[in-house]
């Protein structure tokens, strides 16, 4: 649920790509993009990205710890955004709205 709420703000899925692409993990991210496999990511790769205020915001609203938060992006975020660009290429803003609000009915509450 929170990679889905990150991609609905802050520059949307274009803007998340940006930031991983600007911490120096372009190839990481054009992967999750693409058709092949998605490459890893790892704890300390989603807090260099997103940067430490980011992570600690994300966990003040869900009530897990840094540590949690930084695993579960790390895990999440490559398999959301590989859903949510099936053709390979990233949609524009108003498609993603409508992809993002259906796989945000297949997270528990």
């Excluded at 911490?23 to 490459?39: E, F, H, I, M, Y």
């Excluded at 949690?68 to 590989?82: C, F, S």
Aim: glycine letters at 16%; a negative charge.
């Amino acid at each position: 649920g929170v990679v889905l709420g990150m991609l609905k703000k802050g520059g949307g899925l274009g803007g998340m790509l940006d930031k991983f692409r600007g911490a120096g993990l372009s190839q990481k991210a054009d992967s999750w993009v693409s058709t092949g496999p998605n490459q890893p990511l790892n704890p300390d790769e989603v807090e260099r990205a997103l940067g430490p205020e980011e992570i600690q915001q994300i966990a003040d609203q869900t009530g897990m710890s840094v540590e949690q938060v930084r695993e579960k992006l790390a895990e999440g975020l490559p398999e959301v955004i590989n859903q949510v660009t099936p053709k390979g290429e990233v949609p524009d803003e108003g498609a993603l709205g409508g992809m993002l609000d259906k796989l945000s009915k297949f997270i528990p509450r």
